[in-house]
């Protein structure tokens, strides 16, 4: 099959239910699509944003807490419903928000999450290279200069071939960038501990905390949980492909949360030795000018990878929340599209890239309330179960068409959730409340969406007989008469 | 309704089709309530830890 024909086939029956013959990762096979994941060089910038705050005891601490519960929260809202039912979470997600709602969600959150993704990766390439350039040929670009834009835009092109090209070619890349990158990790872990200690790791100071010791770790866990929620958009796509819940679940535990940590915890490290948040910093410091230059390709070219990776799901997403609309747009011009923000973004360097803190916890304000809402609706008022033809029809004629396509009850309550979150800490201006340190600002976001929805639903949505929800009930009470 | 539109329905009622009847023969299991015991304690356990952490 060619790859436009392979691109075509998937943005058109990417939606549809999967069959059990078509699932085809067991256990071994989805704990290494994880680990491939997790291993990204997403997870060194984690790492010195982490180092940014505090020092390398309370961020492993940071790390292990705000990953379990980030990663255990997101993994409820996206990979179980999409296991079991053999359907990309997108399309679940209709008898959350209805389907007008999911596109709202889709084409606001969503997008722009991952259009900030995209920026940051493509200006952590531009940085590479000309960190590459400096050591290489002596040059001095600054790392917010002109070059930096330019090889960000290279980047981007660069990206936007890979993913013309279709999914083939990204998983032939990747196999070869999955297993480099957990070479590159050890390589690091091992250069650092020949030039540090133990207790010199353990005693170098954060490299620019807030006065307050209580603050700053609250804000580690908040970041950290941020990153757990940051994987939502992507799991249950991919865990629709596995062959049992058990399958899905703890290999994804194991690498988003296991490996994840690992090679976050090398950055932090990393970080914290060399004094520099930047992991393009890195490299030469720690491995010499030439080892350090070829890590540094390494790391551009697995930035380019990653890109081509998150922007393939997205666009996929895209294509099949917008209706007939965006089905007809060629899919390498839907990809160009795409990539116009992030071009633009890539002009200022350091937007996004010097404040990658403040990124990952105002998505995490709305992929934490997203998700909260998911896991009241599927497993206490569906009680995971779902009418999978209902999912596919259209109008009316879907039980979850609710009000004119929108489930008011789930929007106002994400909305809630985020609000939430934005009370208890502001990611833009720094201010919190007492209790953002003992609680966090994430899992109240959770709590409140989550709760908001169970009454909301009960208030506007059931009493007028919307949703299905009443379905899910009977459906049980007779399969228990019938037991009896 | 264009070729498109066609392949995609047709292919959707064979899939679900196909589906009703695994699942006439071996229904899909509910998520196990054990594992998610195990990720609840998991969460728990973290929150407590935290918890004893920012009040220390």
Known sequence: ?484 | MDDTDRAVRDELERRLAVIEVEERETPRPPFPRADMTTLVVMVVVSVVVGLIVGLA
């Open chain 1, 1 to 484: 099959m060619a790859a436009h024909e392979d691109v075509a086939r998937e943005a058109t029956f990417g939606s549809l239910p999967v069959t059990r013959e078509e699932r085809v990762w067991n256990f071994a096979d989805f704990t290494w699509v994880n680990v491939g994941l997790a291993i990204a060089t997403w997870a060194f910038l984690v790492g010195g944003a982490t180092a940014s705050l505090v020092g390398f005891a309370d961020g492993l601490l940071a790390m292990v807490i705000g990953n379990a519960i980030g990663v255990a929260i997101m993994l409820l809202a996206s990979v179980v419903s999409s296991q079991r039912y053999g359907v990309e979470q997108y399309t679940v997600l209709r008898s959350v928000f209805g389907f007008g709602g999911v596109a709202l969600i889709v084409f606001t959150v969503i997008l722009f999450t991952e259009m900030g993704w995209s920026s940051l990766l493509s200006v952590m390439f531009g940085r590479a290279v000309s960190q590459v350039s400096n050591e290489a040929l002596g040059t001095s670009i600054d790392p917010s200069g002109l070059a930096v834009t330019a090889f960000a835009l290279i980047a981007i092109v660069a990206a936007w071939v890979i993913l013309a090209k279709g999914p083939l070619t990204i998983r032939f890349f990747n196999r070869i960038v999955a297993p480099g990158l957990a070479v590159l990790t050890v390589g690091m872990l091992l250069l650092i501990f020949t030039e540090t200690s133990w207790s010199q790791l353990l005693d170098a100071a954060p490299l620019a905390p807030f006065e307050d010791d209580r603050l700053n770790f609250a804000l580690a866990v908040e970041f950290n949980l941020g990153v757990g929620f940051s994987w939502w958009p992507v799991m249950g796509s991919l865990a629709r492909l596995t062959t049992t819940p058990r399958a899905a679940m703890w290999p994804a535990c194991i690498g988003l949360f296991g490996a994840t940590i690992l090679a976050q915890a090398v950055g932090m490290a990393a970080a914290l030795t060399l004094g520099d948040s930047d992991p393009t910093v890195w490299m030469v410091p720690l491995g010499g000018a030439w080892l350090g230059a070829l890590a540094l390709v390494f790391v551009a070219f697995a930035n380019l990878t990653s890109l081509a990776s998150i922007v393939y799901s997205t666009c996929l997403a895209l294509r099949q929340a917008g209706g007939s609309f965006l089905t007809r747009v060629p899919w390498p011009w839907l990809c160009a599209g795409f990539f116009v923000l992030p071009g633009i973004l890539a002009f200022f360097p350091g937007l996004l890239y010097d404040q990658f803190l403040l990124f990952v916890t105002w998505t995490g304000a709305f992929l934490a309330a997203i998700c909260g809402t998911v896991i009241a609706d599927y497993f206490v008022l569906r009680r995971q179960r779902i009418d999978l033809r209902g999912l596919y029809a259209h109008g009316a004629a879907s039980p979850y068409h609710f009000t004119g396509g929108f489930n008011v009850a789930a929007l106002l309550s994400t909305g809630l959730g985020a609000l939430t979150y934005v009370l208890l800490y502001n990611p833009q201006t720094l201010d919190t409340r007492p209790a953002f340190n003992l609680l966090t600002a994430s899992v109240p976001a959770v709590v409140v969406a989550a709760v908001a929805h169970l009454l909301l639903t009960a208030l506007l949505v059931r009493r007028a007989g919307q949703g299905g929800y009443d379905a899910a009930r009977p459906v049980v009470d007779r399969s228990r008469e019938g037991k009896v």
